[in-house]
């Protein structure tokens, strides 16, 4: 049996949310509509008019540069027969409505946020334009049919209706039990709309980001934190500190210490006076050397746990080839560092920040400053990056509690030292990758992945929002540890994969000492591609078959895989690269989406270098085609970094890179050309933030081994 992130979410937060039936707890009562006005028309959360005519939309998932403000507003004007543009967008607060189905708490993440709002916000916009065209009908004495909205009026004929004119008598008017949702054949937008909403504010300076947000008398806050993970405070010297230009606080804050001053660079100048001695705590002595010889030793001589088995083991037979592969630590490294705007005072609490996961803060915020929800207010901004980091809560609660013991309005900011240091990471993985290969048949795949577990680390936060308030952390914390070891993103991408073997099994084993961890773009696909993609291009190479012929000869012929496997070697001309350079391919399934690449590569001198990668897509409906190829660029140079670059290393528990010197991230000049072809499809949309990163790892380590013959098995890929 095997389950996927998704479902054992649901499964989890079904058990908090069932408790919602026999308990009254808090959130479980109805709530009244955000941003209610009596004088606008709201039929649900989402979407409301004005008496002057303008229609709002209550944008309930953040947009961290994936698209989802012009995606969302894209579904929504469709069904208003409206143009994107004419749509007045705000950062939604909080709302049961908004709660995401996969996680059951209010949070953007997953590659889910189109995908689960294609229904509801259809069906929210068209709810509204059914009872403004209702209202109309029956002010005019007509048939429904006879009436219009379109491009924000009222149309029967030449008669023009004001749509706020009609909002009183829309008021008393019912909703059938399914509003009819606009056919494909009349879409004027969906899979049309390219046009980023976003675009202009961003390029102005107009937009909002957190760091962005100004508030009268805020003092800038910089909290240096143990450089140990676990460690403690010990003791602090602020004198030097204090005695800086422009400073006017120095305090401890939840074993931290905080330095308050004028604007951001006094109070950095002032914490690197602090002398500060810390207790190194847990993970004192422990190196990412060592924990991957413990990972390659945890492969040997533990049996781990069966996530899925397929076929019999008996036909297994031939002679068994296995390898072991690689992935380290990685950082999110947002363009724009973590940070947060907090006043708080006797009436409760004000946050401007940018984040992805509100539920989870205005929890965590509560049990934090000992207010409750209803008193706290979150003001979400656009995020520069996201990538999984900003669904973590704990910039926030920093700034909340600086605010709170300073008394004063507090924004905090951390510098790319504190986001690199004081991440929560993509794990350090291995996969002990082994097959059976009988003459020029491969018989069986068998994996053993060992890996840290998100899921310990990330369930009990997600238990403290679902379930109440009473609960001891002895619980949630017992949560965490029982589902720790069948953590789902450390197998992701190794089960139901596309390729029809004999027989196939996967194990995992949970390596139990780690740094803080996190959702990082793609989660458990990012290095689980990489094992898979890498070690069916070596089983293709040990049956002497061509890479692209053995992965076709080993899928179903009507599998997605297969069509984006036979165009992306269509558009690359498979095997025909241009003199002294090299084609890898790969192909990766996340997030309901089916990707392919092929990465054209050149070696010299051990420098590699990437000149072209051809992507081709399979992500269901499209709503905006431009996004969908900007997404599909940025995860492949995001992919890149991670590929060529990436790597955050333990010492003594603690981080040793500190900036871009050391944690590098891709330049311009050594992005490649990158050619993204979308698969015509009529599904459901499907994700696309992130399917884009899986498969570029893998197929570069492919080119690399044409280009050489060097089986490169751990990342960040390295010929010196």
Not at 171 to 195: I, M, T
Not at 343 to 352: A, M, P, S, T
Not at 588 to 597: I, K
Not at 621 to 646: C, E, H, R, Y
Request: proline share 6%.
């Amino acid at each position: 049996m095997s389950v996927s992130r998704r479902g054992f979410i649901k499964g989890g937060a079904a058990v908090a949310g069932s408790l919602c039936v026999g308990v009254q707890l808090s959130g479980c009562a109805p709530v009244p509509l955000p941003h209610a006005s009596g004088r606008d028309l709201q039929p649900n959360a989402f979407i409301q008019l004005s008496p002057e005519g303008v229609f709002t939309l209550q944008l309930h998932k953040a947009e961290m540069g994936q698209g989802t403000y012009t995606g969302m507003a894209t579904l929504v004007a469709e069904e208003l027969n409206m143009p994107p543009e004419m749509l007045n967008i705000e950062q939604a607060h909080f709302h049961p409505e908004f709660i995401d189905p996969d996680f059951y708490v209010m949070l953007t993440g997953g590659s889910s946020s189109i995908r689960t709002s294609y229904e509801p916000l259809r069906k929210a916009a068209a709810s509204l334009a059914y009872l403004l065209r209702s209202a109309a009908a029956q002010q005019l004495g007509r048939d429904l049919a006879e009436v219009a909205l379109r491009d924000g009026k009222l149309y029967h004929g030449e008669t023009v209706i004001e749509p706020g004119s009609v909002i009183e008598a829309a008021r008393g008017l019912s909703l059938p039990e399914d509003v009819p949702l606009k056919p494909a054949v009349d879409h004027r937008f969906v899979g049309r709309h390219n046009a980023r909403l976003d675009a202009r504010g961003k390029v102005t300076g107009e937009a909002m980001f957190g760091l962005d947000v100004q508030y009268p008398g805020a003092l800038s806050a910089v909290l240096v934190r143990c450089p140990h993970f676990g460690g403690t405070l010990k003791s602090f010297d602020a004198s030097a500190a204090e005695a800086s230009a422009g400073v006017v606080q120095v305090l401890e804050v939840d074993g931290a210490v905080a330095v308050l001053a004028g604007n951001y660079w006094q109070a950095r100048q002032a914490a690197g006076k602090l002398t500060v001695e810390w207790h190194k705590g847990p993970l004192a002595g422990v190196s990412s050397k060592g924990l991957r010889a413990q990972r390659h030793e945890l492969a040997r001589s533990e049996a781990g746990k069966l996530v899925e088995e397929l076929g019999e083991a008996s036909a297994a037979t031939g002679e068994r080839i296995e390898a072991f592969y690689d992935v380290p630590y990685m950082a999110h490294a947002t363009m724009e560092p973590m940070n947060a705007l907090a006043v708080v005072d006797d009436r409760g609490v004000q946050i401007w920040s940018g984040m992805q996961g509100l539920q989870l803060v205005l929890d965590a915020v509560a049990r934090a400053t000992g207010f409750s929800q209803s008193q706290i207010t979150l003001h979400n901004q656009f995020l520069g990056g996201g990538f999984g980091r900003r669904i973590q809560t704990d910039y926030v609660v920093e700034a909340a509690r600086i605010a709170q013991l300073s008394g004063k309005p507090v924004r905090l900011v951390w510098s790319r030292e504190d986001d690199t240091r004081h991440d929560f990471y993509r794990p350090n993985a291995t996969a002990l990758m082994a097959a059976t290969v009988d003459g020029d048949r491969v018989s069986s795949l068998q994996i053993k992945a060992v890996a840290p577990s998100i899921f310990g680390q990330f369930m009990p936060v997600m238990t403290r929002t679902l379930l109440p308030k009473w609960l001891p952390s002895i619980v949630h914390d017992g949560i965490g540890n029982m589902m720790a070891d069948s953590d789902p993103s450390a197998v992701e991408g190794l089960i139901h994969t596309p390729y029809q073997f004999p027989y196939k099994r996967s194990n995992y084993v949970m390596q139990e000492v780690t740094a803080p961890l996190g959702y990082w773009r793609s989660v458990g696909h990012s290095q689980n591609a990489f094992f898979i993609e890498s070690f069916i291009d070596e089983l293709a190479q040990r049956t002497g078959q061509n890479p692209l012929d053995f992965r076709l000869a080993n899928m179903d012929k009507a599998s997605r895989h297969y069509q984006v496997l036979t165009k992306v070697a269509e558009l690359a001309d498979w095997g025909n690269a241009p003199a002294g350079q090299h084609q890898g391919i790969a192909v990766h399934e996340s997030f309901g989406s089916v990707v392919a690449q092929v990465v054209n590569a050149s070696v010299s001198a051990g420098e590699v270098r990437v000149h072209k990668v051809v992507c081709v897509v399979d992500c269901g409906q499209v709503i905006n085609p431009d996004i969908v190829v900007m997404q599909m660029q940025s995860g492949i140079n995001f992919g890149l970094t991670a590929a060529l670059k990436g790597e955050i290393t333990l010492e003594d528990g603690a981080v040793q890179q500190s900036n871009f010197h050391d944690y590098q991230m891709l330049r311009i000049n050594e992005a490649p050309e990158i050619l993204v072809h979308l698969l015509p499809s009529s599904n459901p949309p499907s994700g696309v933030g992130e399917p884009g990163t899986p498969p570029v790892a893998p197929a570069l380590a492919n080119a690399i081994f044409a280009a050489t013959g060097r089986r490169l098995r751990e990342l960040p890929l390295r010929l010196a």
